[in-house]
Nanobody
Framework: QVQLVESGGGLVQAGGSLRLSCAAS????????MGWFRQAPGKEREFVAG????????YYADSVKGRFTISRDNAKNTVYLKMNTLKPEDTAVYYC?????????????????WGQGTQVTVSS
């Protein structure tokens, strides 16, 4: 099991930027593909971005492509989500998740370990 703790959320104006961090502990971090998901009020949780074990392959939801960047530092057991040009519709609780696989998964069911979430609010 991997324990995940997100940080970096907050309130930002539209057009602004935030960087989320997710610190992992427990198992060997580099053995896990990582993903970011988000859940807006009244909506289902959705995939945002994923990254493979080594960090050389990433994948994004269409809604964030070109604005968000996922990265990882295996030496620090941390995955990041840099969010630029934020929009009010990006407002949500953001979760990081770990999956014991080599590639990237977009389905929540593939991820076995989840953080508690961090709130991101984008004002117009």
């Amino acid at each position: 099991q991997v324990q995940l703790v997100e940080s970096g959320g907050g309130l930002v104006q539209a057009g602004g930027s935030l960087r989320l961090s997710c610190a992992a502990s427990g198992r060997t971090f580099s053995n896990y593909g990582m993903g970011w998901f988000r859940q807006a009020p009244g909506k289902e949780r959705e995939f945002v971005a994923g990254i493979n074990l080594s960090g050389d392959n990433t994948y994004y939801a269409d809604s964030v492509k070109g604005r968000f960047t996922i990265s990882r530092d295996n030496a620090k057991n941390t995955v990041y989500l840099k969010m630029n040009t934020l929009k009010p519709e990006d407002t949500a609780v953001y979760y990081c998740a770990a999956a014991h696989l080599k590639g990237i998964a977009t389905s929540q069911r593939t991820y076995t370990d989840w953080g508690q979430g961090t709130q991101v609010t984008v004002s117009s």
